[in-house]
């Protein structure tokens, strides 16, 4: 089948997709005139029963928390699945020429930018009960401050943080957590994912009870998922090209 | 006009998927198959989003608003952060597998992938 056909065969199925979908969304309710009852009964009761301000949060770590945990494992089995397909097989270190790190400047400017993605990764991690965050944006966040490590050192700096082993072992223990924050209630008699941690007062850091928990659960696991999906990519670009510059 | 305008941002959603459907089915690379996939990905945010908006609703977000205030609805965007998740790492997931095929292959085109080897 060469190219042509397929783009044939494809607008033929497109303008068949376009029409149903056009008989499916011609009939909703207008738009902005959403009927859905279940959003505006979890916006009324989440600050009362959960004392969190953020109902998404609310939502996704607590009211519909085993949702997210089976997103979290998804998470995790596709860091997994990128790592295997890009490991390689265990050799001496090999003999690259050591890299040149860039001027002082970008140095400089470089560690006072990784702080504040730092800081600011840890405060979007720990504050998604009461503002928009969680633990996946935050996460995210965190692990993006490490490739200004990259940037600003070398490889073998990088290799250094992220390579390290504590590194599989939290993000293995964040989404371990998770599933352990769900089962103690089980032990207490109640529902899996009972919100079993005192709540707290509304507004404050330390509230909500479990979702503050699972939401900085979650940012360790995907700051360190996202760590070593980065180490894994680089180390693989890098062997590439010093086989390259070996032949 | 007015009822097309009503159902125009779930058009925009699904013009969105084709565009993104199209880019896979006439890819001649791997990398731009999985962008295609990701820009295919987009159109259930747009959708989900627009299905969740409400006129003059606040964000579901109850700081300096009252508990009682109408808001957009809160359950379409946890579904829509899921999905970002989901897209990031199977985007990860599906470049590994481009990179692993071109180690194999040595291209990135799919129509000379088209042997199965052991």
Redesign the interface.
Known sequence: MN?RW??R??FAA?IG??WI??LG??N?P?????R?I???M???V???ERHA????????YDY?GF??LG?EF??FA??L??ML??RRPERPETTTPPEKGLSDAVKVSAAVAFSVLVIFGIYISTHGQ???G?G?QGG?ILASASMLIYIAENFSVFKRITSHPAVEVLEALGAGFYAVIGLVPLVLAEPFLTNWLPLGTT?NVFSSGTIAAISASVGIE?TA?FLL?GY??LE?IIAKTGEEQNE | MNSF???????IA?WI??CG??GI??S?HLVHMVISLAVLQTSTYVLLL??????HGA?????GIS??TI????????LM??D???E???V??L???A??AHDRAGTLSP?DLRMMRG
């Open positions: 190219s397929r783009t065969i494809f497109a997709f376009a979908y056009f969304v011609k909703l207008p738009w902005g005139d959403y859905g279940y959003g505006q979890i916006s009324a989440s600050v009362h301000t953020d109902a998404v949060n609310a939502i996704d519909r949702d997210t997103e998804i998470l596709s860091v699945g990128a397909l890009l009461l503002t928009p969680g996946f995210v507004g995907v998922g999906l894994t990519y693989d | 305008l009503q159902i125009y941002p779930y058009l699904g998927f084709l459907l199209y089915a006439t001649r627009n299905i969740g908006y409400r006129i964000a579901p977000v109850f700081v508990p009682g808001t957009v609805d809160p359950v379409v965007q946890a952060l899921t970002v998740v989901v990031a790492t199977v990860a997931l470049l590994a597998m990179v692993t129509d």
